[in-house]
Nanobody, 118 residues
Framework: QVQLVESGGGLVQAGGSLRLSCTAS????????MGWFRQAPGKERELVAR????????DYSDSVKGRFTISRDNAKNTVDLQMNSLKPEDSAVYSC???????????WGQGTQVTVSS
């Protein structure tokens, strides 16, 4: 049974930082591209960052580029999202997801709430 479990969300003031972590189990973690998504109320889900299987390639949405950093540890089956210079518009439920085939995410975590106050 595949499980992705996020942690690290919470309430932070604008300009602050948070680090999200996602721990995976039940899959061969190193064979999956990992992504962090977010969804705010009334908005579409957005892919904010993804990282390749070996961790050498990363992509970011324009809205977070330069502020967020995605990283992974294949030995620990974890993928992290370091979020700096947070803005109120970053408030959302953040979820990690695993992709075996480009463009399709097969497994999802339950999400963790991030709230940035102004």
């Amino acid at each position: 049974q595949v499980q992705l479990v996020e942690s690290g969300g919470g309430l932070v003031q604008a300009g602050g930082s948070l680090r999200l972590s996602c721990t995976a189990s039940g899959l061969t973690f190193s064979t999956y591209t990992m992504g962090w998504f977010r969804q705010a109320p009334g908005k579409e889900r957005e892919l904010v960052a993804r990282i390749s299987r070996n961790g050498l390639s990363t992509d970011y949405s324009d809205s977070v580029k330069g502020r967020f950093t995605i990283s992974r540890d294949n030995a620990k089956n974890t993928v992290d999202l370091q979020m700096n210079s947070l803005k109120p518009e970053d408030s959302a439920v953040y979820s990690c997801a695993a992709s075996a085939i480009y463009g399709r995410y097969d497994y999802w975590g339950q999400g963790t709430q991030v709230t940035v106050s102004s």
